[in-house]
């Protein structure tokens, strides 16, 4: 079945560091692919997807890009700032219709000052 | 976007008694709304899939007869946990399919404490 992989937390960056958080994906045919993020105490907000290949969503200053060569959906933002840390997860839906999502275990980002 | 409410936020009940969760997509009409179980620390597990004027369709491992989920109208579901017991106590988080779009828009998750 349909799985996602995402990279082992928990994940510690000093303020204005570069975040790389790296997710790839095993799904037949062709999948939607999404990054959720998750503050403390709340719920799931979407954060940016991607609908195909060599589609880079983006967001808030996050990116990924959709890479099917490499069935991956790494996230990754250029400077990071104490109000990203969060839990991150990444997440796929095979589009056949009404399809939950199939998520990654997600990765929790601590920024410190 | 596209807003989901949960309703109540957080609630903590004795064990035995029945907690009832409302899900509810606030400006938009949802066909199919999914209900998950998030323990802490840990990914989300899906629990069922509710879709608006028929039965819930329920992962396996999941006791329908306790977990009794119903999606009477296209902006309401609610699941409510029967004979609520302490291995029950988790977050509860319902999502919204937003029409035929593949995005799923999330409430913000009810936390059910069962003494």
């Known amino acids: 079945g349909d799985s996602v992989t995402q990279m082992e937390g928990p994940v510690t960056l000093s303020e204005e560091a570069f975040l790389t958080i790296n997710c790839t994906y095993t799904a037949t045919g062709y999948p939607s692919l999404f990054w959720y993020v998750q503050y403390p105490g709340e719920g799931l907000q979407l954060l940016l997807k991607?609908?195909?290949?060599?589609d880079k969503g983006s967001n808030k200053g996050f990116e990924a890009t959709y890479r099917k060569e490499t069935t991956s959906f790494h996230l990754e933002k250029g400077s990071v700032q104490v109000s990203d840390s969060a839990v991150y997860f990444c997440?796929?839906?095979?589009?056949?219709?009404?399809?939950?999502?199939?998520f990654g275990k997600g990765t929790r980002l601590s920024v410190i000052a | 976007g596209a807003v989901v409410s949960q309703h109540p936020s957080w609630v903590i009940c004795k064990s035995g008694t029945s907690v009832k969760i409302e899900c509810r997509s606030l400006d938009f009409q949802a066909t199919t709304m999914f209900w998950y179980r998030q323990f802490p620390k840990q990914s989300l597990m899906l629990m069922a899939t509710s879709n608006e004027g028929s039965k819930a369709t329920y992962e396996q491992g999941v006791e329908k007869d306790k977990f009794l989920i119903n999606h009477a109208s296209l902006t309401l579901s609610t699941l409510t946990v029967t004979s609520a017991h302490p291995e029950d106590s988790s977050f509860y988080i319902c999502?919204?399919?937003?029409?035929?779009?593949?995005?799923?828009?999330f409430g913000p998750g009810t936390r059910l404490t069962v003494l």
């Open positions: 991607a609908t195909k290949a060599d």
């Open positions: 999502s919204a399919l937003v029409g035929e779009a593949d995005t799923q828009y």
């Open positions: 997440a796929l839906s095979d589009n056949s219709g009404n399809t939950p999502l199939v």
